[in-house]
């Protein structure tokens, strides 16, 4: 069974529910969901990257209704870009970074010119 929160978005959850309950492990304020949200994580973002990726070619393979199949194609989609994502730099860390960088070549070209 699946979720049944909606999400920010205003779409509904798809994650599975709990079982013996209406909602997933992220929306859920159930004990047994509080203590699996405490635990860490057993998988990389690598892995799940993997395992969204093998979803989204199950999916493409199905013979479910093509509507069916571009909503959960789309999900899938953006849950690997919300995973891809998650670990960029901002714009201002690497414009700093940027900054830094040119200030150091700076800094060495006067020390060359003093030598």
Do not use: W
Not at 48 to 75: D, F, G, W, Y
């Amino acid at each position: 069974m699946r979720c049944t929160a909606i999400t920010m978005s205003g779409q509904k959850c798809r994650m599975f529910s709990i079982r013996g309950e209406d909602k997933c492990v992220i929306h859920s304020q159930s004990e047994v969901a509080v203590k699996a949200r405490q635990r860490p994580c057993r998988y990389t973002k690598g892995d799940m990257i993997l395992e969204l990726q093998r979803q989204l070619r199950n999916v493409k393979s199905s013979k479910a209704e093509p509507l069916e199949k571009s909503r959960e194609i789309r999900a899938l989609i953006t849950q690997i870009d919300n995973l891809k994502e998650y670990d960029k730099p901002s714009k201002e860390k690497v414009e700093s970074e940027k900054e830094d960088a040119f200030e150091e070549r700076v800094k060495r070209s006067m020390e060359e010119k003093e030598k």
